[in-house]
């Protein structure tokens, strides 16, 4: 079945709005939650523990935002996100936890931007927290499932 050219717009609408505001919400509840994991979650104020988490959701969203541009640049589809959802989903997902990869090691041990408190369990080789990884692979996933219960009717 095909769709005429406004409800395809009003699909790609809802589910890039349902994916980015649930990011959002997910990234918001995480940050909080894995603060004590940084040192500013130990020793810092209450207004620069609020900043953080603030700060760091919006690059979140971001992180997120672009991710999802690359995958659907690199391998959307036209009938997305009907079609090739999946696809899209799963590189936006590597996507993110690349770039987190790279933005944890190159701000806590090359450029000291933030560092983790005794609390937070890190991988080996490059030491990177275990908590941002596993975010960008939880958030993501849990809010492309949402997106795609709200946007993609069953046929």
Not at 51 to 63: E, K, Q, R, S, W
Not at 76 to 85: A, L, T
Not at 117 to 141: D, E, K, Y
């Amino acid at each position: 079945m095909t769709l005429p050219p406004g409800a395809v717009t009003a699909v790609w609408l809802a589910a890039l709005r349902s994916y980015l505001l649930a990011a959002a919400f997910l990234d918001l509840l995480w940050e909080a939650a894995h603060l004590p994991l940084y040192e500013i979650g130990q020793t810092g104020t209450t207004g620069q523990k609020a900043f953080a988490v603030a700060h760091c959701t919006m690059g979140d969203v971001l992180i997120a935002l672009a991710s999802l541009a690359a995958g659907l640049v690199i391998v959307g589809e036209r009938g997305w996100p009907g079609r090739g959802f999946r696809r899209v989903a799963a590189l936006a997902i590597a996507i993110g936890l690349a770039y987190t990869v790279y933005s944890e090691y190159r701000n806590v041990e090359v450029l000291h931007s933030w560092a983790y408190s005794a609390l937070m369990p890190r991988l080996p080789l490059l030491g990177t927290g275990l908590s941002p990884i596993l975010q960008w692979m939880v958030v993501p996933t849990a809010a492309f499932a949402w997106a795609r219960r709200r946007s993609v009717k069953p046929r």
